[in-house]
């Protein structure tokens, strides 16, 4: 997997203060496992994105609510999750 600029995974990208990125799925089934996936690793992590689910796509949203802004944990966090799907 290619690093960008940021230290982060493929094509998160930092939008008003937050890492954003959204993935694309065949169906709801799909979206079901790989929203499954997340939480698991979020609950290891004690780090929770808020995720926007429809049919074919979730849109993930990364902030640090204790720091009040992007920190490592989130970085962390969003590469852990670019190696899910």
């Given at each position: 997997?290619?690093?960008?600029?940021?230290?982060?995974?493929?094509?998160?990208e930092e939008i008003s203060n937050r890492l954003m990125r959204t993935?694309?799925?065949?169906?709801?089934?799909?979206?079901?496992?790989?929203?499954?996936?997340?939480?698991?690793?979020?609950?290891?992590?004690?780090?929770h994105p808020d995720m926007t689910?429809?049919?074919?796509?979730?849109?993930?949203?990364?902030?640090?609510?204790?720091?009040?802004?992007?920190?490592?944990?989130?970085?962390?966090?969003?590469?852990?999750?670019?190696?899910?799907?």
């Amino acid at each position: 997997m290619k690093k960008n600029k940021s230290n982060l995974v493929d094509s998160w990208e930092e939008i008003s203060n937050r890492l954003m990125r959204t993935y694309y799925f065949n169906d709801y089934d799909e979206v079901s496992s790989f929203v499954n996936k997340v939480m698991i690793i979020a609950k290891k992590m004690n780090h929770h994105p808020d995720m926007t689910v429809h049919y074919d796509n979730v849109k993930i949203s990364i902030f640090d609510h204790e720091k009040g802004k992007i920190s490592e944990k989130c970085h962390k966090l969003a590469n852990a999750i670019s190696k899910v799907k």
